[in-house]
């Protein structure tokens, strides 16, 4: 028989063991909601450090500076990459200057050639091109533009790299005195031709092919890239606008492009559209024609601006030959120079509603292009620097 006494012992054992039971529940619980708040702290640390990471390589390639909005295939370059590739833009690598800058010859590790621009004026008019030039050439793609490959912006330096055209701007090869220091050949009239072709491909792919069509505004010869067999690229978007559509156009209060090249209805009144892109073609026509540039004050009187002087001439059989560029002498037939002569006429109409579509222009220039490829498949093989042509066809026979 149990005492009272032992009774109450084992009473009082089997609260202490319930009360041993909860309390160590209540610990591990306690241990596993501090070890659960330990590890949600550890995550939020690790994802901020990442953030942090990420911002900081952000700003090392230069991008919290400049929002670019692109699409996939433009590489961002660090300045340190680019400086590399063109041995710390070494002056022998200079290959020409403009508006933006120097360009540079470069390498890229891969072995690729480029040509890098570096941004030598700062201000809004420049940041605004680089940023036009970068968003418009990572949505355009046509054989007949030259190829932005990447670019690099931070807060001192903007760069843009493109693909490397061996024979560079089509002016160094028309005005071989220019001042340039790439080797200066003069291009004979079937490569002047393709030229004309593949530059009128160009505009025709930015007036025709893109919705919304892209106004050039900056059409001129040293913005045609010539690449090692001298087929040509329209280059430099920086000045291009987004047409709303082809017949309204835009009205700037800020006329830009370059003198000689811009079309008097947007020099006047600043309404713009793609017709203004014609006219500047037709001006860089006359250029393959005459071997002239577009503004020579030297000239005689009535000769120095290369439209005035040429349009009268451009309709009549007898007078266009008198216009020719005398290094093309024996190259052209009579028949050739009348159709090319009388589409640069009707370019340069002062009339924008007069000049032909892109589109026309390339549908005139494509049998004188073929023509000339099968002549000189038939016959010897054309020279590109030939003084005199190889081919059958004579001046003044057709
Ligand atoms: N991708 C390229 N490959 C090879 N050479 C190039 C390339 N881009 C430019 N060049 C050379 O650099 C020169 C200067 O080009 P840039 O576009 O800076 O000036 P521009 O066309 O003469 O004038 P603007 O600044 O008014 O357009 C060209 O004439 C050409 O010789
Ligand atoms: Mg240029």
Redesign the pocket.
């Known amino acids: 028989m149990e005492t009272t006494d032992n009774v109450y012992y084992r009473r009082k054992e089997r609260t202490a063991l319930v009360a041993i039971v909860v309390l160590a529940s209540v610990a591990v619980a306690s241990l596993l909601v501090a070890f659960s708040y330990y590890c949600y702290i550890r995550n939020k640390l690790s994802k901020r450090n990442n953030a942090l990471k990420k911002g900081e390589k952000h700003e090392e390639n230069g991008l919290a500076n400049v929002q670019v909005d692109t699409e996939k295939g433009i590489q961002v370059f660090t300045f340190k990459q680019l400086h590399y590739a063109t041995g710390g833009f070494s002056k022998s690598n200079v290959?020409?200057?403009?508006?933006?800058g120097s360009?540079y010859r470069g390498v890229l590790p891969d072995g690729r050639k480029v040509?890098i621009?570096l941004m030598d004026r700062g201000g809004m008019q420049g940041e605004e091109e680089f940023k036009m030039e970068v968003e418009l050439l990572s949505r355009l793609h046509s054989p007949y533009l030259?190829a932005l490959i990447g670019y690099c912006s931070d807060n001192h330096h903007k760069l843009l790299v493109?693909?490397?055209?061996a024979n560079?701007?089509l002016?160094?090869h028309l005005y071989p005195n220019s001042g340039?220091n790439?080797p200066s050949l003069n291009l004979d009239w079937e490569t002047r031709l393709r030229i004309a072709l593949e530059a009128a491909k160009g505009l025709e792919y930015l007036h025709e092919h893109v919705s919304p069509p892209v106004i050039h505004r900056?059409f001129k010869s040293?913005?045609i890239?010539l690449d090692k067999r001298f087929h040509a690229k329209v280059?430099?978007f920086g000045l291009a606008k987004l047409g709303s559509d082809k017949a309204g156009g835009h009205v700037s209060t800020r006329v830009l492009g370059?003198q000689g090249y811009v079309a008097p209805e947007y020099a006047l009144t600043g309404h713009l559209t793609t017709k203004s892109d014609v006219y500047s073609y037709g001006v860089v026509l006359l250029e393959l024609l005459t071997g002239r540039v577009p503004v020579d004050m030297k000239r005689p009187p009535g000769e120095g601006i290369l439209v005035s002087w040429a349009l009268p001439h451009l309709t009549d059989r007898e007078k266009v030959v008198q216009i020719m560029d005398p290094a093309l002498e024996g190259q052209y037939s009579m028949k050739e120079v009348i159709q090319v002569a009388a589409i640069a006429a009707m370019c340069v109409q002062p009339e924008a509603d007069y000049r032909p579509l892109m589109a026309d222009v390339v549908q005139s220039l494509l049998p004188l292009v073929k023509n000339h490829r099968s002549t000189s498949k038939a016959g010897s093989s054309s020279s590109l620097h030939a003084t005199k042509s190889p081919t059958s066809l004579d001046l003044g026979k057709n």
């Open positions: 290959v020409g200057h403009g508006g933006f360009v040509a621009k030259l493109y693909e490397f055209m560079g701007g002016q160094e340039s790439a900056d040293s913005n890239l280059s430099d370059t």
